[in-house]
């Protein structure tokens, strides 16, 4: 059945296209969006704004996804019975860990939440909270975030990174930059709905500069689409203007091509600039601006090149070195498990020494680290 067929019923919201690759697609009834992970620093708040979900679900709606992440929808699936199964895990002293990170692995997150509300049904108790009570740790962080509803995952991380002790650039930057233009329409509203609060206003009480800038640009949702022929060699004449001809940067230049052109269109922009100053993009940025705003830059070129790829590189900074950062762990490999982390893990293994599997289960333990490698799905050494 051709896609055409849906047109009018599908929102663009949550379709993937990647720059080297062409994924196929396949329909799928949901009734949240897609995953996108919650910091293991805001895990205690979020578990307690998951009610979120019961203020957007709705009649289940017919989502396009990408068949490219390791977590499928299970067959033969039946709520009731995972209920019972995730019950008895959790019943009585001690608790079967095991029996409970095989079944979530192991189902799709709109399964998960029909299992959530099986378990409310047949035991008149929250399924959450009760994970929460058996659970500890990185691990019941990491479960917590296979429970929760993609879009209330975005809008609570957004709110916790502004709204905690300082800010916490770096889930604005992953989720702002990795987004689509109707996903971050999607997490607007939907923050304006659970806090009676714009978002663009609170990203501005509590960031500056040219890094406020880019931020609020990215919040608009209007990136122009398509590759426009006409402004290829101009973009790249104004960005090597702004920045490697002079003397200084002009930031505003960098702000307002990278954060209005399509991704598309910056592709072309990128070999324009190569050829025109010698240098790659993010050899520019690094060479020409600093702090939260390169970062952002950085962050929309790689994405603007490789959405898998950008991952990928995120994943391994946050295991390389002394200490993991858990809170990033967590969040890219439960928000891409259902969308494109098989590409993630390939692109891993290109620009890495060694694979995806093998560096979680070098840098993590315990139930934590099976249900990390669950996610991941396979070793690709």
């Known amino acids: 059945m051709s896609k055409n067929n849906y047109s009018e019923h599908i929102p663009s919201s949550y379709i993937h296209s990647f720059p080297t690759r062409r ?8 009734s949240s969006c897609r995953p996108s992970l919650l910091s293991a620093g805001c895990a205690r708040s979020f578990s307690r704004r998951l009610h979120l979900s019961d203020h ?12 490219r992440g390791t977590v499928k929808a299970s067959t033969n699936f039946k709520a009731s019975a995972d209920a019972e199964v995730l019950q008895k895990a959790m019943k009585g002293l001690g608790t079967d860990e095991d029996a409970i990170l095989q079944l979530l692995t192991a189902r799709s997150n709109a399964q998960r939440q029909e299992i959530k509300a099986a378990y409310k049904t047949l035991f008149g108790k929250d399924l959450v909270d009760d994970l929460k009570g058996e659970l500890g740790g990185k691990f019941e962080t ?60 609170d990203v501005c009480g509590d960031t500056s500069g040219h890094f406020k800038r880019l931020l609020v640009i990215l919040l608009q949702a209007k990136r122009q689409s398509g590759i426009q022929e006409g402004n290829i060699e101009t973009d790249a004449q104004a960005l090597f203007k702004a920045g490697e001809e002079k ?26 600039y190569m050829k025109m100053s010698g240098y790659e993009m993010e050899q520019s940025i690094q060479r020409e601006t600093s702090g939260g705003l390169k970062d952002l830059l950085l962050a929309v070129v790689k994405c603007a090149r490789s959405v898998p790829a950008y991952f990928a590189e995120t994943l391994y ?16 490999m439960v928000s891409r498990s259902e969308v494109d982390l098989l590409d993630i893990r390939a692109e891993f293994r290109k620009m890495f020494a060694c694979s995806l599997h093998s560096m979680i289960k070098g840098d993590t333990g ?4 099976k ?9 690709d050494a």
Do not use: W
């Open 23 to 30: 994924t196929t697609e396949f329909m799928l009834v949901v």
């Open 56 to 67: 957007l679900e709705k009649p289940p709606k017919i989502f396009k996804m990408a068949t």
């Open 142 to 201: 990491l479960v917590v975030a296979l429970m929760t509803p993609p879009l209330t995952y975005d809008v609570t991380c957004l709110r916790n990174a502004i709204k905690g002790a300082g800010t916490d650039e770096k889930v604005l930057v992953e989720i702002l930059s990795s987004r689509t233009p109707q996903q971050v329409k999607d997490i607007v509203a939907a923050y304006r709905q659970e806090y009676d609060d714009d978002l663009e206003e």
């Open 247 to 272: 003397y200084g940067t002009d930031e505003q230049s960098f702000v307002t091509i990278l954060g209005n052109r399509s991704a598309q269109h910056l592709r072309k922009v990128f070999d324009a």
């Open 317 to 332: 900074y946050a295991m390389k070195g002394a200490g993991t950062d858990d809170n990033t762990l967590i969040r890219v």
């Open 366 to 369: 315990g139930d934590y680290r």
């Open 371 to 379: 249900t990390l490698l669950l996610l991941c799905g396979g070793d």
